[in-house]
């Protein structure tokens, strides 16, 4: 059981990223799935959550109208498409998954399994 974080890089204010999370081992499609980020000298913080079926999507509000996120449960991913980013959202980025629905949790005790972290630097 595993996942996978990737597509995170170095970009300008304002810049665009996209970021990829794949599962491996498991039926994606059966769990919730969440980003979180963690600064340097800071708490791991909720990005967004999506729910089993992508249809339901909740944002933290420092990220509400710049991040997207939508999934493809046949190939097993998750996106979370990042524009105008600033240099506040600089951070290491994790993929997070839960069995079922409730993708309301902004816990990160309540997901079971975590991908690596990709670094995601903004940066003039």
């Known amino acids: 059981v595993q996942l996978q974080a990737y597509g995170g890089g170095s970009v300008q204010p304002g810049g665009s990223l996209r970021l990829s999370c794949v599962a491996s081992?498991?039926?994606?499609?059966?769990?919730?799935v969440a980003w979180f980020r963690q600064a340097p000298g800071k708490e791991r913080e909720f990005v967004a959550s999506?729910?089993?079926?992508?249809?339901?999507?909740n944002y933290a509000d420092s990220v509400k109208g710049r991040f997207s996120l939508s999934r493809d449960n046949a190939k097993k991913m998750v996106f979370l498409q990042m524009n105008g980013l600033k240099h506040e959202d600089t951070a290491v980025y994790y993929c997070?998954?839960?069995?079922?629905?409730?993708?309301?949790?902004?816990?990160?005790?309540?997901?079971?399994?975590w991908g690596q972290g990709t670094q995601v630097t903004v940066s003039s």
């Open positions: 081992g498991f039926s994606l499609g059966d769990y919730a």
């Open positions: 997070a998954a839960r069995y079922g629905n409730n993708f309301y949790s902004r816990a990160s005790g309540d997901y079971n399994y």
């Open positions: 999506i729910n089993s079926s992508g249809v339901r999507k």
